[in-house]
């Protein structure tokens, strides 16, 4: 059984930004910092804030790791796992993503 979900295509996203999805009726926030088909998953929904606002952060890099940064309340959660900066309990959920043909596939089930 396939539980992975094609959400949009790489051309979709301008490089440098995000947007959000809707997976399985959770937001998830799809993230292109580059202009390849380097694409990353998180939940879209800031801990902090209680809002659904990630896919409108910043994309920064911080020792050498991309991060997204709360256009609220400005913590950083690391692109490849979710984990927060500040403070690892309020780390987000992140999700396995592939490529194929240029389309954007998303895992359904986030990794925590």
């Given at each position: 059984?396939?539980?992975w979900?094609?959400?949009?295509?790489?051309?979709?996203?301008t490089?440098?930004?995000?947007?959000?999805a809707?997976?399985?009726?959770?937001?998830?926030?799809?993230?292109?910092?580059?202009?390849?088909?380097?694409?990353?998953?998180?939940?879209?929904?800031?801990?902090?804030?209680?809002?659904?606002?990630?896919?409108?952060?910043?994309?920064?890099?911080?020792?050498?790791?991309?991060?997204?940064?709360?256009p609220?309340?400005?913590?950083?959660?690391?692109?490849t796992?979710?984990?927060?900066?500040?403070?690892?309990?309020?780390?987000?959920?992140?999700?396995?993503?592939?490529?194929?043909?240029?389309?954007?596939?998303?895992h359904?089930?986030?990794?925590?």
């Amino acid at each position: 059984m396939s539980h992975w979900i094609t959400v949009c295509q790489v051309s979709d996203i301008t490089p440098g930004t995000g947007v959000c999805a809707l997976v399985n009726d959770e937001q998830v926030a799809l993230f292109r910092p580059y202009n390849d088909d380097q694409i990353f998953a998180l939940s879209n929904i800031d801990p902090f804030a209680k809002a659904s606002v990630l896919s409108r952060g910043l994309i920064a890099e911080h020792d050498n790791e991309l991060w997204i940064v709360s256009p609220l309340k400005k913590q950083h959660f690391r692109l490849t796992d979710g984990l927060c900066l500040e403070d690892a309990a309020y780390s987000v959920a992140h999700f396995a993503v592939r490529t194929e043909g240029g389309a954007i596939c998303i895992h359904t089930a986030p990794q925590q």
